[in-house]
């Protein structure tokens, strides 16, 4: 049944990120939820579920399969990474930590499925362009991070 829950969540969430545009730019809901995944999971689980969130993004995109998967990878093994980090006693976790740690994971994305569809495909946007949508999507995902905590964390 969790499963069942998860997959609606991800498709709900690339139906979202289809249908809702601010200033332009559409928000990365996938990436937020391979962040929070990999913040409550661990590196592992986080790497394999937003790998796996990629992979449905990139099979919706009909481009080349692999940007998504190497980008929400990276965001659900370096989310746990953080997470591990704070638990360590590191960091303290805060709200504003994970309002940092969602922006630049998102941006991180961005960049990561532009470069990836810039070198092996063809340019998306312009780099102006690509910058203000990657930004922007990272300042919307930043929103989340006020509510998202680690699973060791009270």
């Known amino acids: 049944m969790r499963k069942i829950i998860l997959l609606l969540i991800i498709f709900s969430a690339f139906l979202l990120e289809s249908r809702i545009s601010i200033f332009g730019a559409q928000p990365d809901l996938a990436a937020a939820i391979a962040y929070y995944f990999g913040l409550k999971n661990g590196e592992a689980k ?28 990276l965001v659900g093994f370096l989310s746990a990474s953080m997470s591990s980090t704070t638990s360590r ?3 303290r976790w805060t709200p504003v930590l994970g309002v940092i740690g969602i922006s630049l994971l998102t941006a991180v994305n961005g960049i990561i499925v532009f470069l990836s569809k810039t ?36």
């Open 46 to 73: 986080g790497l394999l579920f937003g790998s796996f969130v990629g992979l449905i993004g990139d099979s919706l995109s009909g481009g080349i399969l692999g940007p998504n998967i190497l980008g929400k990878g």
């Open 119 to 154: 070198i092996f495909e063809r340019m998306p946007a312009s780099i102006p362009s690509a910058i203000s949508i990657i930004l922007t999507a990272a300042l919307i995902n930043s929103l989340f991070g006020i509510f998202m905590r680690p699973q060791n964390e009270q």
């Open 89 to 91: 006693g590191f960091f």
